[in-house]
């Protein structure tokens, strides 16, 4: 028998879920947003709401309905091979290829980069960045319920702080909307769309999943039924949060522009308005909240992925690993924000489709009594559009010109697939090949079935 768990229990574990969800780093795209889509941010927030905040719960729900035990278990039904590169990249992903590294870059970026002159920025990050990966190394060594209790601080004070810097931006804004830029100008809604892969919060809901799973079951709920319901409503608060959050930064952003110009990345718009309201001290207090913001996310996603590669390869110890990822997230921290998003958005063009296909497998798997033809048919028509995605990204990122045969798929991809131009050509042959697989495996089912019993 279920526990019966109070609106109170909803929303403790509803702002768990929150401060899961929201590192720091978060804050800087819906502000870059609301700069470049100017007048359009509504249109532009509403598509980037559904994937930085839709699809994370969605995933959340999807690893408990599926009754996996962890995102290895769920992708492995596609292939144990497969399920072991997919949640290997994952964790990469989410540590220190791209999402560890931009904790450092934006710490710098908003609380430090306005205090120091541009001509020190070089050795400004240098030097914070190895102060702010020292800590989270000695921290992630040995690690302690001192920075959970650091961050259960300091997600509160982040929404306060946020509450009164947004609540002045809608009382007297900075000034007026401008023209949107050209991305943002004809496709607002699909363009906010992909940029809300940059939260990279849905692949991490899918790490994430367990972790809430265990705190629902912690308060005495147990069978399957009651976990989710629970797990869905308290997602629903953490969701109503980082929608506020988000939609606020990009109202924000977008009233910037005349006061602070249009800048590369969202770092300085925040730092930007925390002065232009507060002057020095406003600034400094958000910087000094983002860095400590920052720095638990940090250690959060050093023992993560230490944890999980050492479970996967338990020759090379736990610290040996802790050492490996801050010393290559303190490397990748140096090519600065705007060179991290840059490159990390080819491979969140790649792994998201593949994600978000996983999530929509573990719903219907039920429907297709959880034939592996499904899960394989469907992943590899995935891969097919999306690596070539993550290619034209990539030499779109560097400012190059796509090879002839990557090009030549590009154009028949962008003649034939349905929303490939608003980088949405692998959700429609996805869901054919899952409906026509479905079919294939229930009649094969159905097959085995009537000749047992006629055998009978």
Known sequence: MD?????????????MLFALFFGAGNLIFPAQLGQYAGTNVWIAIFGF?????????IGILAIGYSKSDDLQDLSSRVHPVYGLIFTAVLYLTIGPFFALPRTGAVSYEVGVAPFIGAGNATIGLLVFSLFFFGVSLVVSLNPTKIVDSIGKILSP??????????????????????????AYASGAFFTGFTEGYNTMDALASLVFGIIVISAVRKLGVNSPKGVLTATLKSGVVAAALLAIVYTGIAYLGSTSTGALGLLETGGPVLS????????????????????????TTAIGLTVANAEFFHKLMPKISYKTYVVIFSVFSLVVTNAGLANIITYSIPVLMFLYPLAIVLIILAFLSPLFRHA?????S????TFFISIIDGMKALTSSLGAENPGWLQSIIDFYAETLPLYSNGLGWLLPALIVIAITTIIARSKKNVKVQTVQHNA
Do not use: D, N
């Open 3 to 15: 526990s019966k768990l109070s609106f109170k229990s909803y929303a403790v574990v509803g702002m």
């Open 49 to 57: 709401l559904i994937t930085g905040v839709g699809l994370p719960l």
């Open 157 to 182: 004070a982040i929404l306060v702080t946020l509450s009164v810097l947004l609540v002045a931006a809608f009382v007297k804004p900075m000034g007026g909307q401008k023209v949107p830029e050209p």
């Open 272 to 295: 930007g308005a925390s002065e232009y309201y507060f002057g020095t001290f406003g600034a400094a207090l958000l910087a000094v909240i983002i860095i400590l913001a920052c720095l």
């Open 372 to 376: 592996q033809l499904v899960y394989v």
């Open 378 to 381: 469907a992943i590899i028509v």
